[in-house]
């Protein structure tokens, strides 16, 4: 059942935007546009904050973080990890070991690849596995190549199961949720990507997170995603942005729908629904 839209909310409130990175800032070849970066200034020129937060290990924001020239704190693995902009960890939400286990030999036996990101690690077991060489060039950094994950269930902040079949990859997202329930929260984070974390490493915590770190109201606080896992962080905000490359359950969600990523979807909205209403 989808969600239907939330009140609108006041652009001219907005005291921080928080938005996605692959599929809603960056481009389809992972890129910031002139146009993305020249929207980030407009906003810090007006005093309102900026963040972000993604699936990505916090190795693979760095580049973002310093391109931007960001101050504020960015939330890795969906939220599993909080960081500063010079990697240091203000929180982070592990998964029991145990459980952990347990969720990567059910992806496993489901006939998925798996990744496990310990920390600041990356690891997997096949270096020419499907979208490997893909994630390579999106963190900038290597994995890690092991022959299994024994040994390796310890501080796990993220799992991820890798598949090209997307209505398959959702079906398990849901059946890893039901069988794990209270322990994870699993969702897809791109069509090939389902991402298994603590059940507070979501979106909609980053939100309350920032909230509480700036002393300002969620209300204040706009978000813009493209993703399923995004859904979290619009409910938790008082205006809500879904990219044009959103799936309908998304834009179904959001307040406002912009434009898609190739579309300078992310600096339109800020451009339409947060500087011209400030």
């Not at 760095?62 to 929180?91: C, Q, V, Y």
């Amino acid at each position: 059942m989808s969600t239907p839209l939330k009140p609108e909310g006041k652009s001219e409130d907005i005291r921080l935007v928080l938005t996605d990175v692959d599929g809603t800032l960056v481009d389809s070849k992972k890129r910031l546009t002139a146009r993305a970066k020249a929207a980030v200034e407009g906003l810090k020129k007006r005093g309102i904050l900026f963040a972000i937060t993604s699936g990505r290990p916090p190795r693979g924001m760095k580049h973002l973080l310093e391109e931007l020239r960001l101050d504020t704190p960015a939330a890795a693995f969906n939220g599993g990890m909080i960081i500063t902009p010079d990697l240091k960890t203000l929180s982070e939400k592990i998964l029991p070991e145990d459980i952990a286990k347990k969720v990567v030999q059910a992806i496993l036996d489901q006939g998925y690849d798996a990744w496990i990101y310990r920390g600041q690690d990356w690891l997997i077991r096949d270096r020419s596995a499907p979208h490997v060489d893909q994630e390579m060039r999106t963190v900038q950094f290597e994995p890690e190549v092991v022959k299994n994950f024994d040994g390796k269930f310890d501080h796990v902040i993220k799992i991820v199961g890798i598949s090209d079949h997307k209505a398959e990859l959702e079906k398990s997202a849901h059946e890893l949720w039901k069988e794990f329930s209270p322990h994870v929260s699993a969702a897809l984070s791109q069509p090939y990507y389902l991402d298994v974390t603590h059940p507070e490493a979501n979106k909609g915590y980053v939100v309350k997170f920032l909230s509480d770190y700036f002393k300002i109201s969620p209300k204040q606080i706009a978000t813009l995603g493209d993703m399923p896992n995004d859904i979290d962080m619009f409910n938790q905000s008082g205006l809500s942005i879904a990219m044009g490359n959103g799936g309908s359950e998304v834009k179904e969600c959001a307040t406002k729908v912009t434009d898609s990523l190739d579309d300078e979807g992310f600096a339109k909205a800020i451009e339409n629904y947060i500087l011209k209403a400030s």
